[in-house]
């Protein structure tokens, strides 16, 4: 056989072996990392895990290395983590399903609102912190855990509504055509047939976009402030888990910042906890679906 085409033969194979092997590579460079950020907070930060930490407030001196725990930025995570989510939802379903039932598909508004939609997911949270700070001086507001809501809540608007609108993207344009077909209102089409099939897709960018807003920092260092006392009311500074991390270390006290650690353990395993919650949730209703 002829060298030339003996090259030509082989040559989509080195291309593929050379492809995989970047893919394997790549592949080894993610696990690896996440293995080695895991590894190095629960080895950090597990000696200093106990049931204080988990149960109580900060007394004081707790960042002299004295009693404590961070009860109070846990709730307080939770809490404007919720709350955010929901004020996101709000926003970020009825604009979904109005670009997928009421626009065309390439209509000139459509493709504005997904193309600033995601502009507005690349902006860095940072910019988010000083935008919410601003509006707390136009409206005489002070860092509270209402500021600190609406912050986080439009954080994760662009995340949200464009991870839904991907999963309404998938659903069969044969289903929609149908429900027209017995009469069904757009209105009907979208509460009961295309929400139903699209809750397992919704489930998940709920709980992404929450686990994007409670391990936030910087969106709240302006808004949110921070507490060592129980949130309690919307016009109060509430604390969160990143904020104590952030300062737990920042002290030059070795205890303290082990605690940060195991701040930030806390914080992974809430992380966790959504993500292996939104699998379920996934396959669970992924059954009652129509592929």
Do not use: C
Request: aromatic content about 10%.
């Amino acid at each position: 056989m002829d060298k030339r085409k003996l090259v030509r033969l082989r040559l989509p194979q080195v291309e593929e072996n050379i492809f995989k092997g970047l893919m394997i590579f790549s592949t080894l460079i993610v696990v690896s990392s996440l293995v080695l950020i895991l590894a190095t907070i629960f080895i950090k930060g597990f000696p200093a895990l106990n049931l204080d930490m988990i149960t109580k407030t900060p007394k004081g001196g707790y960042y002299l290395g004295k009693e404590g725990g961070v009860l109070n930025a846990i709730l307080g995570s939770l809490i404007l983590g919720i709350g955010a989510t929901f004020l996101a939802l709000l926003v970020s379903l009825p604009l979904v399903f109005y670009l997928n039932l009421y626009l065309k598909k390439n209509s000139k508004l459509a493709l504005s609102v997904r193309f600033f939609l995601d502009v507005l997911w690349g902006i860095p949270s940072i910019v988010y912190g000083a935008f919410g700070f601003t509006l707390m001086i136009f409206f005489g507001l002070r860092a509270s855990l209402l500021a600190g809501t609406i912050t986080i809540a439009l954080l994760i608007i662009p995340i949200m509504a464009r991870s839904i609108d991907e999963v309404l993207k998938m659903i069969p344009f044969e289903l929609k055509e149908a429900s027209y077909a017995l009469g069904a209102t757009k209105l009907e089409t979208a509460i009961k047939v295309i929400f139903r099939q699209a809750l397992p897709g919704i489930l998940t960018a709920i709980l992404i976009a929450f686990g994007r807003g409670i391990g936030d920092a910087a969106a709240v260092l302006f808004t949110a402030s921070f507490t060592d006392s129980l949130p309690y009311s919307l016009f109060k500074p509430v604390a969160t888990l990143p904020l104590a991390i952030f300062f737990q270390l920042g002290t030059p006290f070795p205890e303290v910042q082990q605690r940060g650690y195991a701040s930030a353990l806390i914080l992974t395993i809430i992380i966790l906890g959504i993500s292996i919650l939104s699998r379920i949730l996934s396959s669970k209703f992924n059954k009652h679906t129509i592929k």
